[in-house]
Each structure stands twice: as structure tokens, then as C-alpha cells.
């Protein structure tokens, strides 16, 4: 059974720092690229950054560029997403998700699970 546990979410001040994890099972992490999306209170489904199966290749949404980081440990089968310098437009449950590919490109590939997310709220 595949599983992605999101984890790392919390109240965190504006301008502050926040990792998240997600940790995965039940599939051949090493095989698949993953990807980061959030949703907003109120409004649709956004991708906020991918990677490639080898972490070679990345993706982030423009308004991301130079804030927020993405990465693998495949020996752990963990995703991650550090973010910094956060805004309240951050405010989101930030759910991970398996791509049914290996590579990422600047088009969302097909995505087969998702994690049910982990709720991130920006505020002083």
C-alpha cells in the first residue's frame, strides 16, 4: 500500500523558516519523481515545486523562485520542501504526491497518490 506522510507544518511568523517532510512507502521511492503542491484556504489547487527521481531536475511555480527548496534522500525514501522568508499568501495545506513518472519538466506530470497534507499557517 502506498503511503505519503506529510509532516513539518505549523504556525510560523511572517519573514520565518519552515521545513517540511514526507515520508513515503509502499512503492520504489527511487523511482519516481514527487512534487509539492498547497492549497489555500478558498482557492484551487496549486503545484508548488517537483523533482526528479535522482533529484537532478527540479521545478518551482514562479512566485517560489529563491525562497523555497526542494529535495530527496532516496536512502530514506523522504521528500522535503524548506521554505523561507514566508509571506501570508504561504498559509496552505501543503500535501506531497507521487508522480506515475521519473522526471520532472515545467508541465505537472500525472499524478497517482497524494498525501493528505500537513497545514502551514503564516501569521504574527
Known amino acids: 500500500e502506498v503511503q505519503l506522510v506529510e509532516s513539518g507544518g505549523g504556525l510560523v511568523q511572517p519573514g520565518g523558516s519552515l521545513r517540511l517532510s514526507c515520508a513515503a512507502s509502499?512503492?520504489?521511492?527511487?523511482?519516481?519523481?514527487m512534487s509539492w503542491v498547497r492549497q489555500a484556504p478558498g482557492k484551487g489547487l496549486e503545484w508548488v515545486s517537483g523533482?526528479?527521481?535522482?533529484?537532478?531536475?527540479?521545478y518551482y511555480a514562479e512566485s517560489m523562485k529563491g525562497r523555497f527548496t526542494i529535495s530527496r534522500d532516496n536512502a530514506k525514501n523522504t521528500l522535503y520542501l524548506q521554505m523561507s522568508s514566508l509571506t501570508s499568501e504561504a498559509t496552505a495545506v501543503y500535501s506531497c504526491?507521487?508522480?506515475?513518472?521519473?522526471?520532472?519538466?515545467?508541465?505537472?506530470?500525472?499524478?497517482?497518490?497524494w498525501g493528505k497534507g500537513t497545514l502551514v499557517t503564516v501569521s504574527s
Open positions: 504526491a507521487k508522480q506515475s513518472v521519473s522526471m520532472i519538466g515545467d508541465s505537472w506530470p500525472p499524478v497517482d497518490y
Open positions: 523533482i526528479s527521481w535522482n533529484g537532478v531536475s527540479t
Open positions: 509502499g512503492f520504489s521511492f527511487d523511482d519516481y519523481a
